[in-house]
């Protein structure tokens, strides 16, 4: 139905996650409309990502030298290291301005029924880390789901004989969410996480 041309871009923009479809093609009609020195720009900052972002050597977050942002922050201290499952995570984190320590990115989450172990995991470079004694509290900080709370039991069962405090992050009621569309694990962990307020 395409020319072959704009039907391989509607076929690598489908491949891209959370586009299907009808975004591939709604965003290859926009390119085709675009003017060329839009299209050259972003042509020029696909490229520019792939050839300068690389991984911190630190933490595992994007970085463009050996350092994150994060990490080459001489005001952060080493006390605490936020656990994430992904580098995204890391700027939602960072989004809330309430967290001022050091992260730590795995790579994903323990995930045996896609092959997933913690050998694929960034895990060897937390415990170098740690076993450096700067380190006080690992606040676990992986998705509320099946594969996220298995590797947070992991982590703490694997740190806990270092003598450092591990913490979770709180889970439970969305802010706005109403009692009545909470699921029955997210009520009860509302439930087991509340807190005193007067």
């Given at each position: ?16 996650p959370g586009i299907g479809p009808k975004s591939a093609q709604r965003i290859a ?170």
């Amino acid at each position: 139905m395409y020319s072959q041309a704009v039907q391989t871009l509607i076929d690598e923009l489908g491949r891209l996650p959370g586009i299907g479809p009808k975004s591939a093609q709604r965003i290859a009609f926009y390119v085709l409309k675009a003017p060329p020195e839009n299209v050259v720009n972003l042509a020029h900052a696909l490229q520019d990502v792939k050839d300068k972002i690389r991984f911190c050597d630190t933490c595992g977050n994007f970085a463009e030298g050996e350092q994150c942002l994060v990490c080459a922050n001489s005001r952060r201290g080493n006390e605490l290291i936020c656990v994430v499952e992904e580098a995204k995570d890391v700027e939602a984190i960072e989004r809330t301005g309430e967290y001022h320590g050091r992260y730590h990115v795995l790579g994903g989450a323990i995930d045996p029924i896609n092959n997933i172990g913690p050998d694929e995991l960034n895990i060897v470079s937390l415990m170098r880390r740690l076993a450096s004694g700067d380190t006080v509290e690992v606040i676990l900080a992986t998705n509320p789901n099946v594969a996220g709370e298995a590797t947070a039991a992991y982590l703490a069962r694997l740190i806990a004989p270092l003598g450092v405090t591990v913490s979770r992050l709180a889970s439970g009621l969305p802010v706005g969410g109403d009692l009545e569309y909470a699921d029955e694990i997210t009520l009860g962990r509302a439930f087991s996480g509340r807190r005193v307020v007067a």
